[in-house]
């Protein structure tokens, strides 16, 4: 079993850059770790994952032109970088893991959740 815990998150004019940290409790050598966001309203969003040590990254639709996923295990972190952030990427974001072989887009395949954190885009 692992704990996940997201930091990084905030408010951020449109155009700016976030990255967010997730650190685990445990080791993450044997996870995929991912990434999702719900904003108000609105049902949970796949954005990106990343396969055990780094052997496979998947990312949700139209995800990849602005947001990088990596991981560091000798951390225990997986990262996710928001880059020309706007408005409509207001949500909460959520760390993610499982200790799956596959990477899936949907949340239900993912067992361990942090808590979120919320990143705001405005002016």
């Known amino acids: 079993q692992v704990q996940l815990e997201e930091s990084g998150g905030g408010l951020v004019q449109p155009g700016g850059s976030l990255k967010l940290s997730c650190s685990a409790s445990g080791r993450t050598d044997d996870y995929i770790l991912g990434w999702f966001r719900q904003a108000p309203g609105k049902e949970r969003e796949f954005i990106a994952a990343?396969?055990?040590?780094?052997?496979?990254?998947y990312y949700g639709d139209s995800m990849k032109a602005r947001f990088a996923i990596s991981r560091d295990d000798a951390k225990q972190m997986v990262f996710l970088q928001l880059n020309n952030l706007s408005p409509a990427d207001t949500a909460v974001y959520y760390c993610t893991a499982d200790s799956g072989w596959q990477i899936y887009r949907s949340p239900s395949a993912y067992h361990y959740w942090g808590q979120g954190i919320q990143v705001t885009v405005s002016s």
């Open positions: 990343i396969g055990r040590r780094g052997s496979s990254t």
